[in-house]
């Protein structure tokens, strides 16, 4: 086995490349890239594979498919790059959660150590933090064996780059994922599993004032099942279930016959997890008033995320670096899914979190540590030179 690059010498390969980090994180925070804006997500990947092409990876680029709704979604990039040692898959994503003209009302702007703009966190810091890791490994003489995989869709649980993910798993030895750190600077080693459902109720419309005993409310029968189904909460110690949105009617003089529920349900393990989603679909099946009748569709899911002894493993050797590195780093569990949900669920060891340091995603004043750039990004590298230590 070769001996390992020293840190030093990585830290400065990454210096190196700040510059041209700070320039693409401008670019990519300047576009406009929710889930359901296919143009904008395929800019972003437009950047990513033409990053990942001077790097010397061979780039395979799936034309987008589409959501459950039959929305468009961009397009999926698959870059690989040859080397040595155990095949790691790094993956980041492309999407926001933020609707077009976002970029043009919050444009990224720099405050002190910060960077602010949509997506500037989750996760366009983190995607170019794994490019840049993979520059500073080339010029120190490290070629890892990677597939790096930058996703179109996570924000809405990869319907369309999930089936890629899972069968590229199997032909891996680890999977990072490079969602930034958390706020206070954790890597994530667990997350909770999460479903998205959407409960339909119908009923039978009729005359409100004249009739309204022919009618069978559907919003009256969604209530109580939405009390049902709150009732999950606490009945598991890591189950959480919310019934966010609910939508149903035409008319105040109209018995509504119809009724929709879209349901998060989440879970730390997988036992609570399986026996959480059985109790929904229980629930749907029984209905809570004569004449009613629930639909119960699966719109997108991520198993658990569980600590395993391998990722532990995979912990312990970042800490060894980062502690080389001169900082600490603890790891968390989140409430939170991501792809490595999908990674972990296949056996594979899995690490998140790699990203530099951010906070408040999904928010106006979401923000990304740029003096973390340096120290993370090297952690990344470093853990990419050494992950032999952890297998």
């Not at 009729?206 to 049902?228: F, N, Y």
């Not at 909460?233 to 966010?244: A, D, K, L, M």
């Not at 399986?274 to 209905?287: D, T, Y």
């Not at 968390?332 to 060891?349: I, K, Q, R």
Request: net charge negative.
């Amino acid at each position: 086995m070769a001996s390992p690059i020293p840190l030093t010498t990585l830290r400065d390969h990454v210096a190196d490349v700040l510059p041209a980090y700070l320039a693409d994180l401008e670019q990519l925070v300047g576009i406009d890239c929710g889930s359901y804006t296919p143009g904008g997500v395929n800019e972003v990947a437009d950047v990513v594979s033409a990053r990942l092409e001077t790097l010397g990876a061979s780039i395979e680029r799936q034309e987008g498919g589409t959501a459950a709704d039959g929305r468009p979604l961009g397009d999926l990039v698959v870059a690989r790059l040859e080397g040595t040692g155990p095949r790691l898959l790094l993956i980041g994503h492309m999407d926001t959660v933020f609707e077009p003209g976002t970029a043009a009302a919050r444009p990224y702007r720099i405050d002190g150590e910060r960077a602010l703009g949509p997506g500037v966190s989750d996760m366009k810091g983190g995607l170019l933090a794994g490019i840049g890791a993979l520059a500073a490994l080339q010029v120190a003489g490290h070629r890892p064996a990677v597939t790096f995989v930058a996703n179109p869709d996570e924000e809405i649980g990869s319907p369309f780059s999930g089936p890629v993910i899972r069968q590229l798993a199997g032909d891996h030895q680890v999977a990072l994922v490079l969602e930034c750190a958390r706020a206070n600077g954790d890597i994530v080693s667990a997350r909770k599993g999460i479903a998205e459902l959407a409960l339909t109720v119908r009923g039978r419309a009729a005359h409100a004032g004249v009739e309204p005993e022919k009618g069978r409310s559907a919003i009256l029968a969604a209530a109580r099942l939405t009390e049902a189904l709150h009732g999950l909460n606490g009945r598991w110690p890591t189950v959480s279930c919310n019934v966010g949105t609910i939508a149903g009617g035409t008319r105040p003089n109209v018995v509504p016959d119809t009724c929709r529920l879209e349901v998060d349900l989440r879970a730390a393990n997988g036992a609570e997890y399986g026996e959480a989603l059985a109790e929904v679909a229980r629930l749907a099946a029984e209905p809570t008033m004569p004449d009613t009748h629930t639909e119960h569709r699966l719109i997108a899911a991520h198993a658990p995320m569980e600590k395993s002894p391998a990722t532990g493993r995979l912990v312990e050797l970042a800490q060894a670096i980062a502690g080389e590195l001169g900082f600490t780093v603890n790891d968390a569990a989140t409430g939170g899914a991501s792809d490595a949900n999908t990674t972990a669920a296949e056996g594979v060891p899995t690490l998140d979190g790699l990203g530099p340091i951010g906070g408040d995603d999904h928010a106006p004043l979401e923000w990304l540590d740029l003096s973390s750039v340096i120290p993370r990004t090297t952690l990344l590298a470093g853990l990419m030179s050494r992950i032999d230590e952890a297998l």
